[in-house]
């Protein structure tokens, strides 16, 4: 029997055990990290640089010809060929590696406010009534607690109960002055709090201690709204035609929250009853539907939310099952499609504190973005996103295993790459994002998203000319064969798929240049682009500049965030500072109605084609991120 | 056929119509005011006088006979004998008439407080949005309100459709910077309060305008628990047995109420959405019962409230149907059986600031007594008031239609009335009271309280004699013979009913012994007795009196003060003011147990037995009270 290794990968923390024998690369792919390895982990492309702490193995042949001596001296390998023997910490690098600016920032300001959440817990031990001291079980425990002067309500319901049950040994949660729960014994370590991203597409949610500021763990999980339909607009038509529809939608995403929650608490044994805290952002429909409020008017122009302030209520309010007194904090909004979810990328980015001009891009189901600086921010959004998350695309599915997510065209061959290595199944956004630079860097797409007919393909070497074909009508470009994966049919990108991602890339840099034209800077004033959302953590940077969704930036301007939004929401759950400062920022912020600029068309089509393939600008850009 | 008369009760305000020839008695009757009648309105006992305006007829033998020159010269007249011709305002004259103490107290004070309600509403008429103004609907809203900065749960989910269907024009309800309503058109006018009084055995709720702190409607109805049980302990005893039992006893008392609420709008077409403010007041339990609180340590020693300070919760959240996000306040209780009704009373009859030393009792199911100036308070209870609502009595009922509410022994014979004129269907607790004292005064039962045996009776006139039998082994006496009544059989006190009225009359009279022992006075010290209660209002002094319910004062100095706590939980409505006393009130409380205090058995053995009867001495005190 083989005995079994366990890697721990950092920063991330996340930790797996494989059988010995198995690469770092299948323990990334176990533990749901991606490492891109676009040769598909045979040793040939050098991609998959990790560095291993703490034990050396020989080189195997292809590394020796693959790294350079300074990388083997400060521990790099490559992790396809790196077959642990041992535990070992492996150090993931850019760019797989979560940025972590925003990260650092957030625990350096934990740091500062640590303690300072304002949730405190008090054990206590009671004495018991009597005759001689007949007073009520509300006055016997405020008496003992000089921070708080009243119960809140499911506190004052469960009272005698909690501390008789307890024989008067209890330890109470205070929270600005106001009892939000009483607990058996001493629980005092025990002080959480979840942020929490609704997404259109997917909830995540982070549960973290407050008295540390420590992430303690996050889950994610699909928004089961989507039964509802896939996009706000369907969300909110659903809303309208049926009476009961705006609440049928309310008690959807309550249920999948309150299933992460017990996904997350289960996985970790915390008990939920111990969240004293929630934040929440997430896009101005979803907020609204998970509050309860009518969305419709978003969906009509001029696209009027209900609400923009920041909410405070009470988790039993809402329904989420957490302790029941606990606030939730929903983050204020900033227009109908600039939400909460925005205010938490500004947040987590820290666009607003910055010197000098930076733009954060939110690329999901919609496409939010912001650009701005200490001296102001300007945010718009556009509808972006469908095809960057599988809509509308023959192949198209959700960045799930199976997906081609890595796309090379490298010696006049394709290599793919699949989430978790599994057998191609479909196409997620960054492997579409990915193909569309290939193909067009090869040559098989002109400028104008055109795929070349049969007499155009003859030039193209053999191999890519094979897989350059026509099916149901329309010239397509085969990535998987039949055979070679798991649908039992050729996965291609189609002519129309092309034009999917031309209309979205296309919005999305005419909104970067509106920007940029209203903030009156050109490109080489641009300090740099936040690239947030999952999808935006995905992507290769350079197919992104290749296809022209980013500006031409050097690639060490461009940041993958992550979840910027999520971690916007864990930086408000766990300072207060911070959560003012999200509704300072939603108040500050100037929104652009792109739809109203009539400049916006044109700048549109003109992004809709592709820029003229520079190489060895690219390559300069390039070698300026490394 | 005859034509309708309007006649109107001054200062009730109660407005009937009757058939011409019908007497001013009938009338009062039929607009349920209790009008002391002994004779049965024959003409003879000339108790129910009345003060006739605007019209003069010609007096009756009767009212010749027992009115005297000045008495007709103010235009007194009795009820039993004038019959009017014309429409006319008849003035009800003390006792029957409601003291008004308390009531000009709340009127002067609510000419003070006017418009100090803090609920101010604003018609707006707001610019609609468009792609030049996309503001939230919020933001929208508050900036046209400078005095509010957030909108309430309930007016946020239903904003958007709120505005449209008004087509942006209007009325908002701001209340401490919250808009809390929302509602079409211009609706300024109309801004409404209710205070509610949860009893044992009846729910009452008041309808306050609250610009003008006018009453403008009341009403009363049995609390729907009572299929639970009569008693606070029975109630408490379900909701210990059945898992769901305390949930069904919230939701039966809030279906009582919310009845209520539904009969006082249809009727006065006050729209309940527009109360935007209610008070609760009730023995601890029913507080603890109407917000779902844990009652059950109520039930033992040392029966500890889980609560006890005021409680602010919103009337969606607590489930009353008026303007959701309408603030609720239950008024804060005392002790487990000093509850926020006491509190009400001592608000009310305004104990807390006399300059001389008063007790108030309020005898409901229980009997909770306060002796108190403004230099303190001192609040027990006693569990007096089952036989005082007709529980455990042979014929007892309570005092609705056909229960006998006076009996008057007089020329040797027997003299009753009942609740609204009709046949005798039992004795409810004033006729109990009325019954003894004068069965006491008549000689028929001895002052241990035991009914003369048959050899005794002997001396008796025969009228009285002939009443006086032994029923189901036990001696009884005959109030209303078979054929009389309702019943169609016997309806009588027997030697068991008295022995009850000895065991509640006795236990509050204890208690105030031990009141004005600990407060340090004699009788000749105190000021003076509130008498609050449903059932304190209806009884005749001089019987509380000869039966030691009360100690021998003037009659002049006991006020019959109405449901003193009802009117305290109107002057918390209308007056922020009151609402802050209240809770001083309830802070500055001291409370003592009798059933910790050894010499309260002593004081009760003695309270049970009656007082030497002093006929000279009593004819003394009524005078006084003339």
Tied chains: 1, 2.
Excluded at 144 to 173: C, G, I, K, Q
Excluded at 207 to 214: K, N
Excluded at 459 to 471: A, K
């Amino acid at each position: 029997m083989k005995s079994e290794i366990v890697v721990t990968f950092f920063p991330e923390g996340k930790r797996v055990r494989i059988e010995e024998g198995k690469s770092i690369l299948e323990a990334a792919y176990k533990a749901g990290i991606l490492i891109d390895a676009p040769c598909g982990g045979k040793g040939l492309c050098g991609k998959c640089k990790v560095k291993i702490r703490d034990e050396f193995l020989p080189l195997t042949p292809s590394e020796s010809n693959l790294l350079t001596e300074s990388e083997v001296s400060q521990g790099v390998r490559l992790a396809c060929q790196f077959r642990p023997r041992q535990d070992v910490v492996v150090e993931l690098l850019e760019p797989f590696r979560e940025a972590t600016m925003g990260k650092t920032e957030l625990e350096k300001e934990l740091a500062v406010v640590k303690g300072d959440v304002g949730i405190n817990k008090y054990f206590l031990e009671l004495p018991k009534p009597s005759l001689d001291d007949q007073r009520s079980d509300e006055e016997r425990l405020l008496s003992f607690l000089p921070n708080a002067d009243r119960l809140a309500p499911w506190v004052r319901r469960a009272l005698p109960t909690h501390l008789r049950e307890a024989d008067f040994r209890v330890t109470a949660t205070v929270f600005d002055k106001e009892v939000i729960a009483i607990e058996k014994g001493d629980s005092r370590d025990e002080i959480y709090g979840v942020a929490i991203d609704i997404g259109t597409t997917t909830l995540a949610a982070y549960i973290v201690h407050l008295p540390s500021g420590r992430k303690v763990a996050s889950y994610s999980a699909l928004n089961p709204q989507t039964v509802f339909g896939a996009d706000v607009i369907s969300r909110i038509s659903y809303s309208i035609e049926k009476d009961s529809g705006l609440e049928e939608l309310r008690r959807k995403v309550l249920e999948g929250l309150n299933g992460l929650l017990e996904e997350l608490c289960g996985f970790t044994g915390i008990c939920q009853e111990r969240i004293y805290k929630a934040t929440v952002v997430g896009n101005t429909c979803m907020t609204h539907l998970f509050l309860g409020v009518d969305a419709r008017n978003l969906a009509f122009s001029p696209y009027v939310p209900a609400f923009s302030r920041m909410v405070k209520t009470r988790a039993r309010t809402v329904g989420l099952n957490i302790c029941p007194d606990a606030w939730v904090y929903v983050l204020p909004n900033i227009a109908g499609f600039v939400g909460a979810d925005t205010v938490g990328v500004i947040l987590a980015t820290g666009l607003y504190r910055k010197n000098k001009v930076y733009i954060a891009l939110d690329v999901g189901t919609n496409g939010e973005m912001a650009i701005g600086s200490k001296e102001g921010i300007i945010v718009c959004s556009t509808a972006a996103g469908p095809a960057f998350e599988g809509a509308h695309i023959r192949f198209g599915m959700h960045a799930t295993p199976g997906a081609i997510n890595r796309v090379y065209i490298i010696d006049n061959d394709v290599k793919i790459s699949t989430i978790n290595g599994e057998a191609p199944r479909g196409i997620c956004g960054s492997g579409l994002l990915d193909a569309v630079a290939e193909m067009f860097k090869a040559g098989i797409i002109d400028s104008t998203g055109r795929m070349l007919n049969e007499e155009e393909a003859k030039f193209l070497p053999s191999c890519l000319r094979e897989r350059l074909r026509t099916c149901e009508g329309e010239r397509c470009f085969v990535l998987s064969p039949r055979g070679e994966n798991a649908l039992g049919e050729d996965i291609y990108i189609s002519q129309r798929d092309v034009r999917e991602l031309q209309l979205a890339k296309g919005a999305m840099r005419a909104g970067i240049e509106i920007l940029l034209k209203k903030w009156g800077i050109g490109l080489d004033e641009l300090a740099g682009v936040f690239l947030a959302g999952a999808f935006g953590n995905y992507i290769r940077k350079e197919s992104a500049v290749a296809v022209g969704l980013l500006p031409p930036l050097p690639l060490n301007k461009i940041y993958m965030v992550g979840n910027a939004a999520g971690r916007g929401a864990m930086m408000a759950l766990a300072s207060p500072r911070y959560l003012r400062k999200a509704e300072e920022i939603a108040r500050k912020c100037r929104y652009i109605e792109l739809s109203a600029l009539p400049e916006f068309t044109n700048h549109f089509m003109d992004a809709m084609s592709f820029p003229e393939y520079n190489a060895l600008e690219l390559e300069k850009n390039r070698k300026g991120g490394l």
